[in-house]
């Protein structure tokens, strides 16, 4: 495949820089979460991916061992160039919050007892569970417009594990070949 069909067509192909800034960035704003900063970004601000490619590498992300966004950095950057691309995302997305981290952990080891710190980190909490949402419905939005089985397994997905607590990797261990199957059929019609 060519460089130039790995990116959504209406964008330049970024630099390794461009990728590590970006992913810099992404980390620094993401706080409760990078998803929604990240499919922001390189959906509707960079134009990198579409709505389509970012939902499938998001889903190939959920299959690999370790942290979906840390392994969508990985993949997206080898995608753009291969080895340094990956290399470059992944450093993007983990050096400079690792040093923001642990200085926070010093400071909140310091100050952990002052009731504005306690009053802040509650305060937080709902508004990265709004992003999260925010970001979840404009992902699943793509899916619902194609009429096709999608719907279906979302609804049975979010049944088996919001309503009935089935254990996540059972789930998906049924449902992602149901999935599969469902969306081979209705593509065969």
């Known amino acids: 495949m060519s460089e130039t069909a790995k990116v959504a067509p209406a964008a330049p192909i970024p630099t390794r820089t461009e990728l ?12 409760g979460g990078a998803l929604p900063w990240t499919r922001r970004m390189f959906v509707e601000e960079k134009r990198w991916l579409t709505a389509a490619e ?57 100050y952990s007892d002052v009731e504005a710190v306690r009053r802040f ?11 999260l949402l925010a970001t979840l419905a404009k992902m699943a939005l793509p899916l619902f417009r194609t009429l096709g089985p999608a719907p279906l397994v979302f609804a049975a997905i979010a049944f088996a594990i919001g309503i009935m607590r ?11 070949p149901v999935g599969i199957g469902l969306t081979w059929m209705w593509g065969r019609r």
Not at 168 to 173: G, T
């Open 54 to 110: 970012f939902n499938e590498l998001y889903a190939l992300c959920q299959f690999l061992p370790g942290p979906n966004i840390v392994n969508m950095s990985a993949v997206f950057g080898s995608r753009i160039h291969g080895f340094s691309g990956a290399l470059a995302c992944w450093a993007g997305f983990l050096l400079v919050p690792f040093c923001v981290m642990l200085a926070a952990g010093i400071a909140y080891e310091q």
């Open 121 to 131: 980190l509650v305060g937080i909490a709902p508004a990265a569970a709004g992003m």
């Open 20 to 31: 590590f800034l970006a992913f810099v960035q992404i980390t620094l704003s993401g706080f």
């Open 166 to 176: 089935w254990p996540l990797p059972w789930v998906m261990l049924v449902m992602t």
